[in-house]
């Protein structure tokens, strides 16, 4: 193929693919993040890419892998995979592909630090059930972010309810 990702409009450059989308889509096409959060599809039959939307504020953020609503409307993500995301609270992203609309369902890391003293720190696997109504991801963290040494340690595992009014498709 002779098709390359798009420009990143905020590194200015064509940055690797890091996620891609397991199936395609029914027009064809595959949802990718690059390395830098950079959201766009990629249609291999026509060799031809069609951004879309930075993941999170205006630099991006690298995001490890996202899943895909039942019937492909939204994609769900954790940006800053590999550590610090605590930093923007831990956002659980739902990106609206019918609309190019971002909205974040929850902000993890003040809950659980409050609650727990616990610190998501970066989000690896995420998955949503086939009714689309849960979501389930993990992440390593800390207790509490002055704990010492990096965020990799310390994994816990999420389920997060998607309520009715926020995934019709």
């Known amino acids: 193929l002779s098709v390359q990702s798009p420009v990143n409009p905020a590194t200015g450059k064509r940055e690797p693919i890091r996620a891609h989308s397991a199936a395609k889509n029914p027009d064809g096409s595959y949802w990718c993040f690059d390395e830098f959060g950079f959201i766009f599809k990629f249609f291999p039959e026509q060799e031809r890419v069609e951004p879309h939307a930075i993941n999170w504020g205006r630099e991006g953020k690298y995001t490890a892998n996202f899943a895909v609503s039942p019937k492909g409307r939204y994609l769900y993500y954790l940006p800053g995979s590999h550590n610090k995301m605590h930093e923007y609270g831990t956002p659980v992203v ?37 009714s689309g109504e849960s979501l389930f991801f993990f992440t390593n963290g800390q207790f509490s972010t002055r704990e010492l040494g990096s965020g990799y340690g310390r994994p816990a595992l999420f389920h997060l309810h998607i309520p009715a009014s926020e995934r019709v498709e």
Do not use: C, M
């Open 94 to 130: 739902q990106y609206d592909t019918a609309l190019g609309r971002k909205k974040v369902l929850a902000f993890l890391n003040p809950f659980y630090l409050e609650t727990y003293g616990y610190s998501p720190y970066g989000a690896y696997g995420i998955e949503i059930d086939e």
